[in-house]
């Protein structure tokens, strides 16, 4: 009887063994059900200012936890909207990446609102050797000569973005080192009031480009400008005034007032004596 309950209790563990592998067998090798979505994504490189058509575009898909944010389900969301930033070929295309609906392509599209773009001319010296690129940030350096020979220059614009460089609207090109010596135009993206005056620094002045690091967010307040002290050259002389023009006939009355102020004076100091003779008196002078 002993002997029978013992191989009825191995029987039943056995059993329950066998009824727990085969459930996690199960559990291990049953299709996972994916929680996926329809993503657009860009059916071919898109580059920066370009207009966004239907053929532009293609659906892939994406796990939904895997999602990033911006991302879009719709292609009609996407179409007549242009590329701020580069978006390359199977590439999620994400809301930071367009530009506002109604914003047109191009150069435009890149402008935020608020903003202005101004274009400044520059060369081999002005504009880094041609490093800079869009997307990079300056500092734009003003420096004016005075009347006296004297000059100065100060920072008139601190960290201000580059959206175009002649007319590559992107970042990545190599600088040329044939192109670098010709000039080009540098377009920086501004308000209204740093747009007036750099115009004003350009007819005033010249201005130099000063390339930051992209890192490097400081902006200094107050600096004073850089003049010819500050290098260890001395101020030249301040001309005394122009000399007077000369107007002969104010020369020829002032001459002859003169000569009529010295006869008075020798008259004045001549002495009359009167002098009787009879009835009849007549004046000598000595």
Request: hydrophobic residues 40%.
């Amino acid at each position: 009887m002993q002997r029978h309950r013992v191989l009825l209790a191995f029987g039943a563990a056995w059993l329950s063994a066998l009824l727990l592998s085969w459930w996690v067998y199960q559990r291990t090798t049953a299709p996972q059900t994916r929680d996926v979505a329809l993503a657009v994504a860009a059916a071919k490189d898109l580059p920066v200012g370009k207009g966004i058509g239907a053929a532009d575009l293609k659906l892939i898909t994406v796990d939904r936890q895997d999602l990033p944010k911006g991302a879009y389900l719709k292609v009609s969301d996407v179409v007549d909207r242009a590329v701020t930033a580069p978006i390359a070929a199977s590439e999620l295309v994400l809301e930071g990446k367009l530009a506002a609906k109604g914003s047109g392509a191009g150069l435009t599209a890149l402008i935020e609102p608020g903003m202005r773009a101004v274009s400044v001319q520059v060369n081999e010296t002005t504009g880094v050797a041609g490093f800079i690129q869009p997307g990079t940030r300056v500092d734009v350096l003003f420096t004016r000569v005075f009347s006296n020979g004297d000059a100065a220059t100060t920072t008139i614009l601190q960290n201000v973005k580059v959206i175009a460089y002649g007319r590559q609207l992107e970042p990545g090109g190599r600088p040329d080192p044939r192109e670098a010596s010709r000039p080009t135009a540098a377009t920086l993206l501004v308000t209204q009031e740093q747009g007036e005056k750099l115009a004003l620094a350009v007819q005033r002045g010249r201005i130099q480009l000063a390339l930051r690091n992209p890192l490097d967010g400081e902006i200094t307040d107050d600096a004073p400008p850089v003049g010819s002290a500050d290098l260890g050259i001395e101020e030249p002389e301040k001309p005394g005034p122009p000399p007077r023009e000369i107007d002969p006939d104010a020369v020829a009355k002032a001459a002859e007032a003169a000569l009529k102020a010295r006869e008075k004076a020798e008259e004045a100091k001549r002495t009359v004596i009167r002098v009787y003779r009879g009835e009849k008196v007549t004046e000598e002078t000595f």
